[in-house]
């Protein structure tokens, strides 16, 4: 059974710092492209950053490109995204989720994923 758990949400100030960890179980995690994702109250889920099956291959939306930075760790099945320089633009529930793919592709569009987490909530607040 296939089971994605996000951990490393919670309140901060902006310009904190805060690294959320993704961890996985139950399917070949090395033949999975991973991604992050948020959803504000409201607003459309948006992909934030993916990563690709094997060769780390990356893709970040626009607004975080230069301040968040998705790294995976294909022996602990885990995909972590360390935040920083973090603004109220970036309260939001974020959820990890994952698909199988080819390491020539990096999905980022929520529809293109199967399986989800629950989330965990980011919220940047002074």
């Known amino acids: 059974q296939v089971h994605l758990v996000e951990s490393g949400g919670g309140l901060v100030q902006p310009g904190d710092s805060l690294r959320l960890a993704c961890a996985t179980s139950g399917f070949a995690f090395d033949d999975y492209a991973i991604g992050w994702f948020r959803q504000a109250p409201g607003k459309k889920r948006e992909g934030v950053s993916c990563i690709s099956v094997r060769d780390g291959r990356t893709h970040y939306m626009d607004s975080v490109k230069g301040r968040f930075t998705i790294s995976r760790d294909n022996t602990k099945n885990t995909v972590d995204l360390q935040m920083s320089r973090l603004n109220s633009d970036d309260t939001a529930n974020y959820y990890c989720?994952?698909?199988?793919?080819?390491?020539?592709?990096?999905?980022?569009?929520?529809?293109?994923?199967?399986?989800w987490g629950q989330g965990t909530q980011v919220t940047v607040s002074s």
């Open positions: 989720a994952a698909v199988p793919g080819s390491s020539s592709t990096v999905p980022c569009e929520a529809w293109m994923y199967d399986y």
